[in-house]
């Protein structure tokens, strides 16, 4: 009976359940520190597609600014992504030789030397 | 004693008021046959009392020469030989041409005869009727015979003083080619044509000019004395009759008690070609940037330029040169092949003889040019031309930044914020999280 009753509210969700069991086995088996990861991948990610409309739509004049803050957005997303993947610990197995503080101090120095690019080329 | 002085100095004064002089010199040939010297005495003696010295010269004669070693020898020439057949060997069509271009003004009667003058005449696009016609008119009625003719002085006339009363003419009509430099003084009366002197009707001239097949000469397209102004200055006037000059038709009376206009309109004919009326120069031209005083090297595009050219007109009765804002006409081009800007260049309110204008270059460089060119009939022509570069902006003229790219500015800026924001975040650690250590812990666990 439990399982005839579980079976119809199984097929009742089925149809959004890929997503669903796909967000909740997210929210449940992420680490607080990569899904603040996340978010932050989520906001460059937004932040590049907000450009690109707007290079698209109104105005790609002064092109340089917009390869800078487009670029900034695009490196500042691998870089962070890179981080992710190698502070997941999931990758350990990968990353062996590469310990969380590496990774980070790596992540750092990529990101200052692309922010000190793009400023450079904003102007 | 010192009524004495005062005697001379007023003397002086006096003479120096009469003594009107042209911009260009004083010095005059007259060819003119010395028999007949005695009938233009009023035209010369006016001549003479203005200033001028006249030299008389037989058409025949071989001096005083016209050019000596190449160099005028005489500011002005009169050519009042229109019966003359033979002249000087050195007064030639060439020679007239080569005194216009050197700037020796020229006053040339025609007459009814083919001599050198009528052959000069098409060089000035003057088209002349058939030899031996005459202009001939039968209004209004008059006791003069249909060749003597009253004609008006058009009110708006500059060169003419437009008070005057009707000026008697005899002598040949000619029409006007369209060369740009050559223009009516005075045109025939609407009711005139050309025709062969000797008693024609208007039938006959239409059977000649059936016949002829060079159309009707008539009306008041012709003209009965032209200007033309040389582009190098010189004037030329040509005169479709000598006796417009002659003491006869001065003293001659238009109706009951009015003098004819003669006097006045030889006299004005002479001071217009001999340079006294209506001469023009450009004293200066300077351009600067709107609120500087000095003219740049080059300017960039988009700058904002005054231009200034200061004009005078010659005062002959001062013999002086005077600042002159009565042009309400003159133009500024900045041109680089082509005029990219035409404006008015107009007179500057209470700065005399001060003309200036304020424009923005236009968005493109290259080598420009101020341009003024001021040529209207019976004016000296007015010719400036001011080569300037303009340049674009230099590499650090252009603005830095533009509010266009503010979306670009934003999102770089908040990447940099982002990652200061997240490294600090994620240094500082997730409180419920652990540090790295414990994250790392966790992950040796999960191992």
Known sequence: ?123 | MWSFYTFILLIFGFVSVLDAKSSSGNSVLVILDPARQPDYSIFFNGLKEKGYDLTFRAPKDEAPVLIEDDIPSFAHVILFAPDSKHFGKDVTPQALVQLLSSQTNLLIALGQKQNLVTSLAPEFSLILPPPGSSLVSYFPERKEPPTVVPIDVPSSSKILSSSSSPVWFSGVPFALGNNPLVFPILSAPAEGFAADSEGSTADALFDAADKGGEGLWAGSQLAVAAGFQALGGARATWVGGVELFSDEFAKKEISKGVKSGNQQAAADLAAWTFQESLVLRIDSTTHHLVGTSVPKEHYTTNDVVEYVAQISRFNPSKDKWEPYSGLDDLQLEFTMLDPHIRTALPPVPGSPGKYAVTFRVPDRHGVFKFVVDYKRKGWTHLQSSTTVPVVPPRHDGYPRFLSAAWPYYAGAISTSLGFFLFSAIYLAGDPREGNLRGLRAKSTKAQ
Request: aromatic share 16%; glycine share 4%; charged share 10%.
């Open chain 1, 1 to 123: 009976m439990s399982s005839s009753n579980s079976s119809p509210s199984a097929q009742s969700t089925s149809p959004q359940s890929p997503i669903l069991s796909l967000w909740k086995a997210y929210t449940q088996n992420t680490s607080d520190r990569l899904k603040f990861i996340d978010t932050f991948l989520v906001f460059l990610m937004a932040s590049g597609v907000i450009q690109f409309l707007y290079c698209v739509l109104v105005t790609n004049f002064p092109f340089n600014a917009f390869l800078a803050g487009f670029a900034s957005t695009v490196g500042q997303f691998v870089l962070t992504a890179s981080l992710r993947s190698q502070v997941n610990p999931e990758n350990r197995s990968e990353f062996k030789e590469v310990s969380p503080e590496r990774a980070f101090a790596d992540f750092a120095i990529g990101s200052i030397v692309l922010h000190f690019f793009v400023f450079n080329f904003l102007g």
